[in-house]
Nanobody
Framework: QVQLVESGGGLVQAGGSLRLSCAASGRFFGIGAMAWYRQARGKQRDLVASITSGGAANIADSVKGRFTISRDNSDNTMYLQMNSLEPEDTAVYSC???????????????WGQGTQVTVSS
């Protein structure tokens, strides 16, 4: 069974940094695009950043210059480096991946369980 497991969330003061990780486990053939989403309380879920299997990244304007997305294909892990955090960044951060479970199958969408990031002012 394929799983995405996030880690690295927590409580940090404004101006601080956190690094989130998302590791894929289980049996699968390959991972395509991956992404980080976040959802603040009472708000819709928003795309924070995405990255293709080849490493091409896209960052939301709201975090551009502060957040960096990367991945290690050899370790099936994606990262989100978050610097200069602001209280407005407080949210549950979830990872997403398009995963092919066999050579002949199409990709399916998988989500992690989410990790809380809280930035205090």
């Amino acid at each position: 069974q394929v799983q995405l497991v996030e880690s690295g969330g927590g409580l940090v003061q404004a101006g601080g940094s956190l690094r989130l990780s998302c590791a894929a486990s289980g049996r699968f053939f390959g991972i395509g695009a991956m992404a980080w989403y976040r959802q603040a309380r009472g708000k819709q879920r928003d795309l924070v950043a995405s990255i293709t299997s080849g490493g091409a990244a896209n960052i939301a304007d709201s975090v551009k210059g502060r957040f960096t997305i990367s991945r290690d294909n050899s370790d099936n892990t994606m990262y989100l480096q978050m610097n200069s955090l602001e209280p407005e960044d407080t949210a549950v951060y979830s990872c997403f991946a398009q995963i092919r479970t066999s050579e002949l199958s199409d990709t399916s969408n998988y989500w992690g369980q989410g990790t809380q990031v809280t930035v205090s002012s």
